[in-house]
Protein backbone atom coordinates (compact mmCIF):
# COMPACT_ATOMS: atom_id res chain seq x y z
CA UNK A 1 0.00 0.00 0.00
CA UNK A 2 0.69 3.47 -0.33
CA UNK A 3 2.48 5.52 2.55
CA UNK A 4 3.45 8.65 2.75
CA UNK A 5 7.49 8.29 3.58
CA UNK A 6 7.70 6.58 -0.06
CA UNK A 7 7.18 9.87 -1.21
CA UNK A 8 10.16 10.93 -3.85
CA UNK A 9 10.37 14.50 -2.56
CA UNK A 10 13.55 17.25 -2.41
CA UNK A 11 11.99 19.97 -0.40
CA UNK A 12 14.23 23.36 -0.91
CA UNK A 13 13.67 25.95 1.67
CA UNK A 14 12.30 29.09 1.00
CA UNK A 15 10.77 27.87 -2.20
CA UNK A 16 7.37 25.85 -3.24
CA UNK A 17 8.38 22.55 -4.83
CA UNK A 18 5.79 20.13 -6.75
CA UNK A 19 5.77 16.81 -5.89
CA UNK A 20 5.02 13.48 -8.41
CA UNK A 21 3.61 10.84 -6.55
CA UNK A 22 2.54 7.95 -8.65
CA UNK A 23 0.27 5.41 -6.83
CA UNK A 24 -0.42 3.09 -9.23
CA UNK A 25 0.95 2.84 -12.90
CA UNK A 26 -2.83 3.95 -14.39
CA UNK A 27 -2.81 7.09 -11.69
CA UNK A 28 -0.63 10.29 -10.83
CA UNK A 29 -0.61 12.27 -8.06
CA UNK A 30 0.50 15.54 -7.00
CA UNK A 31 1.74 17.34 -3.99
CA UNK A 32 2.58 20.88 -3.78
CA UNK A 33 5.02 21.81 -0.23
CA UNK A 34 5.39 25.47 0.44
CA UNK A 35 7.07 26.85 3.28
CA UNK A 36 6.09 25.86 6.47
CA UNK A 37 4.13 29.37 7.50
CA UNK A 38 2.22 27.69 10.62
CA UNK A 39 -1.40 27.18 8.40
CA UNK A 40 -3.98 25.48 10.43
CA UNK A 41 -5.51 22.88 7.08
CA UNK A 42 -7.99 21.37 9.13
CA UNK A 43 -9.43 23.82 11.84
CA UNK A 44 -10.77 27.18 11.77
CA UNK A 45 -11.68 27.44 15.46
CA UNK A 46 -8.62 29.49 16.26
CA UNK A 47 -10.55 32.26 14.08
CA UNK A 48 -13.54 31.75 15.93
CA UNK A 49 -12.65 31.41 19.28
CA UNK A 50 -13.26 35.39 20.37
CA UNK A 51 -15.70 38.20 19.55
CA UNK A 52 -17.92 38.57 16.42
CA UNK A 53 -16.02 36.21 13.53
CA UNK A 54 -17.54 36.33 9.95
CA UNK A 55 -15.80 34.24 7.17
CA UNK A 56 -14.24 35.77 3.89
CA UNK A 57 -16.44 35.82 0.58
CA UNK A 58 -15.76 35.72 -2.61
CA UNK A 59 -17.26 39.50 -4.23
CA UNK A 60 -14.97 39.04 -8.05
CA UNK A 61 -13.15 36.79 -9.66
CA UNK A 62 -13.31 34.73 -13.31
CA UNK A 63 -13.39 31.58 -13.71
CA UNK A 64 -9.74 29.82 -13.94
CA UNK A 65 -9.26 29.02 -18.05
CA UNK A 66 -9.44 25.07 -18.56
CA UNK A 67 -5.52 24.51 -20.29
CA UNK A 68 -5.74 24.29 -24.25
CA UNK A 69 -4.79 20.52 -25.15
CA UNK A 70 -5.05 19.07 -21.99
CA UNK A 71 -7.66 16.26 -21.23
CA UNK A 72 -7.70 15.68 -17.52
CA UNK A 73 -10.91 17.20 -15.22
CA UNK A 74 -11.40 17.17 -11.91
CA UNK A 75 -11.64 19.65 -8.88
CA UNK A 76 -8.89 21.92 -7.45
CA UNK A 77 -8.61 22.42 -4.03
CA UNK A 78 -6.69 25.12 -2.15
CA UNK A 79 -6.63 25.60 1.22
CA UNK A 80 -4.83 29.17 2.40
CA UNK A 81 -5.20 32.82 4.11
CA UNK A 82 -7.16 35.20 2.79
CA UNK A 83 -5.33 38.50 3.90
CA UNK A 84 -7.82 41.63 5.67
CA UNK A 85 -6.72 43.34 2.07
CA UNK A 86 -8.88 40.42 0.61
CA UNK A 87 -6.63 38.45 -1.64
CA UNK A 88 -5.46 34.89 -1.36
CA UNK A 89 -1.58 34.88 0.42
CA UNK A 90 0.68 33.96 -2.17
CA UNK A 91 3.21 33.01 0.58
CA UNK A 92 0.81 30.78 2.34
CA UNK A 93 -1.54 27.85 1.03
CA UNK A 94 -1.10 24.99 0.23
CA UNK A 95 -2.93 22.84 -2.69
CA UNK A 96 -5.30 19.77 -0.89
CA UNK A 97 -6.56 18.44 -4.39
CA UNK A 98 -5.27 18.52 -8.01
CA UNK A 99 -5.64 16.34 -10.81
CA UNK A 100 -3.05 17.66 -13.01
CA UNK A 101 -0.12 20.28 -12.17
CA UNK A 102 -0.99 22.37 -15.16
CA UNK A 103 -4.82 23.10 -13.85
CA UNK A 104 -3.10 24.03 -10.36
CA UNK A 105 -1.00 26.89 -12.49
CA UNK A 106 -4.71 28.23 -14.02
CA UNK A 107 -6.30 28.03 -10.66
CA UNK A 108 -3.58 29.66 -8.42
CA UNK A 109 -2.95 32.02 -11.39
CA UNK A 110 -6.40 33.30 -11.65
CA UNK A 111 -6.62 33.40 -7.70
CA UNK A 112 -3.79 35.23 -6.56
CA UNK A 113 -3.97 37.57 -9.97
CA UNK A 114 -7.96 38.47 -10.42
CA UNK A 115 -9.94 37.24 -7.26
CA UNK A 116 -11.35 39.40 -4.52
CA UNK A 117 -12.85 38.63 -1.74
CA UNK A 118 -14.47 40.45 0.87
CA UNK A 119 -12.18 39.82 3.91
CA UNK A 120 -13.14 37.97 7.17
CA UNK A 121 -14.34 40.53 10.00
CA UNK A 122 -13.70 40.24 14.04
CA UNK A 123 -16.08 42.45 15.71
CA UNK A 124 -15.97 44.30 12.08
CA UNK A 125 -12.76 44.52 11.50
CA UNK A 126 -11.05 42.75 8.54
CA UNK A 127 -8.94 40.11 9.70
CA UNK A 128 -6.59 37.33 8.11
CA UNK A 129 -9.06 33.91 8.07
CA UNK A 130 -8.18 30.47 6.59
CA UNK A 131 -10.45 29.56 3.60
CA UNK A 132 -10.81 26.42 1.48
CA UNK A 133 -11.44 27.43 -2.31
CA UNK A 134 -12.98 24.78 -4.99
CA UNK A 135 -12.29 25.14 -8.41
CA UNK A 136 -13.95 22.40 -10.78
CA UNK A 137 -12.20 21.56 -14.48
CA UNK A 138 -13.29 19.94 -17.25
CA UNK A 139 -12.95 19.62 -20.54
CA UNK A 140 -14.42 22.76 -22.67
Known amino acids: GFKFADIPVEIRTGQTTLAT???????????VFTPVQAIPLFSDVSYQEAGDFQHPRLIAG???RYPAGLSAQG???????ITPEGKLDPDRFVLLECPHPLL?????G???DN???LPATRDGFPVEALTTIEINFAPE
Open 115 to 117: WKF
Open 62 to 64: PQP
Open 104 to 108: AESAL
Open 110 to 112: TII
Open 21 to 31: IRKTSRQTLYA
Open 75 to 81: TVIIRGI
